[in-house]
């Protein structure tokens, strides 16, 4: 993926503001069976209802007294549509200078697509809990978070203190299917991370938001906005939220498509005096995590999953689609990829090994796989007449990894997951 590097040229800020509008209502708790909503009615291309959910048993997390939250989650689609953000209810104060006066500018100089707009709120007070929270997916990156700081403290006050409290399952257009399938995705997800948290004592929360139906947008182009805003949600309790890196800060860039790879940016300035965001890990290399994770104990290494397949904490990776295998490659390019066997179908994996390096070294242009397929070299494993040998060969044993996807598909579908 090409992308616009970080740099902002002089002159006008983008496209002037325009009669286009966003609104959002003053927000609203809905009790429902065993969950709470918190609801803005949203005027963007019609009324339409945006809410977060929580448990029932988690209702003080939420900061219902502003819209903090919501404004974040629609911010991107105000800048691609040029529509200024009304608020019906406050916004704190330091976000909304931020917004205003650093962010936004800073986004339409940089990416042609965005226009200039503005969010006009009344200023409130900060709000903040003092606990430390993570998001956990069970990856690489919020595994090393999680091991990281789980029952370890920095030196310093109490906002230094980043041992965490608690992990969160959060569901804001992560999962690609639509409806029931996507509500049975979440609650498993849930439901797995919440059991993980037992076993480790941490609390766990569950953070729902229905912004994906509304605007159906590409994950990679939202997701730190998303992920930052549902943190945000919860800040009655929350005071620090660690982000879990997706890529080195060497690599930041403002890119439209991709808001990973400016999640340091966000991380900044979507914050408040009582709400602080810390991204986890962006000095390390994916693969630098991977050997990282192999020190720790079989209990850490265990919860290691990747898989997109199967994409829910606490399952069994697959072993042969693109995450598995360029993981696995690092792991062996490490000479750790036996301490892995409980997470992992290393049989599948030698199996198909020559093909797999085959296929790999073709996709290398992936960041995260040109670093595994890196290691392998260093150690010997591979080399470029091995790989083309490889390539010529690879095309028998395709169908058998195909088969063996297909069969993991249906067993998934089995569980009623997709």
């Known amino acids: 993926m090409e992308r616009k590097r970080a740099f902002v040229t002089g002159g006008e800020r983008g496209i ?27 005027q963007m291309d019609g009324l339409k209802k945006l809410y977060f959910e929580v448990a029932s048993d988690k209702k003080d997390y939420l900061a219902s007294d502003r819209l903090d939250a919501f404004v974040i989650m629609v911010l991107r689609q105000a800048l691609l549509t040029g529509s200024d953000i009304y608020c019906d209810a406050p916004v704190t104060s330091d976000l909304l200078y931020m917004l205003n006066e650093s962010l936004i500018p800073t986004l339409v100089r940089t990416i042609d697509r ?6 006009h709120a009344e200023p409130c007070a900060p709000c903040g809990g003092k606990e430390v929270i993570t998001g956990y997916s069970g990856g690489v990156d919020s595994l090393y978070t999680l091991s990281r700081h789980h029952g370890k403290s920095t030196e310093g006050d109490e906002k230094a203190n980043l041992k965490l409290d608690g992990v969160a399952c959060f569901d804001a257009g992560v999962y690609e299917e639509t409806g029931e399938a996507r509500t049975r995705m979440y609650e498993t997800a849930l439901s797995q991370t919440q059991k993980i948290a037992s076993d480790l004592g941490l609390d766990c929360i569950g953070v729902r938001c229905n912004i994906q139906d509304i605007v159906d947008e590409h994950y990679l182009s939202v997701g730190s906005y998303r992920l930052i805003a549902c943190a945000m949600v919860i800040s009655k309790r929350v005071g620090t939220f660690l982000l879990s890196g997706a890529y080195e800060f060497s690599t930041f860039s403002i890119d439209v498509d991709n808001s990973f790879y400016y999640e340091l940016l966000l991380a900044d300035i979507l914050t408040t005096k ?31 999953h990747v898989c997109v397949h199967d994409p829910l904490p606490g399952s069994r990776n697959c072993g042969v689609c693109s995450k598995c295998i360029r993981t696995e490659l690092a792991m062996e390019g490490l000479g750790v990829l036996d301490l892995f066997s409980e997470a992992f179908p290393l049989d599948v994996y030698r199996q198909h090994h020559d093909e797999i390096v085959a296929k790999a ?39 058998v990894i195909n088969a063996h996807k297909e069969e993991l598909l249906k067993k998934i579908k089995e569980k009623g997951l997709i």
């Open 16 to 42: 002037g503001m325009t009669d286009k509008q966003i609104r959002l209502g003053r927000p609203v708790l809905e009790a429902r069976k065993d969950s709470v909503r918190l609801t803005s009615d949203l």
């Open 114 to 119: 965005f226009h200039d707009v503005k969010v």
């Open 274 to 304: 009582t709400f602080r965001v810390y991204i986890t890990g962006g000095v390390q290399k994916r693969i630098e995590k991977i050997a990282y994770l192999a020190k720790q104990g079989p209990e850490i290494r265990r919860l290691l």
């Open 361 to 399: 070294n073709m996709a290398s242009r992936n960041q995260h796989m040109a670093e595994a397929i890196g290691a392998m070299k260093e150690r010997g494993f591979v080399n470029s007449e091995s790989i083309e040998r490889k390539i010529r060969g690879g095309k028998a044993a395709s169908a």
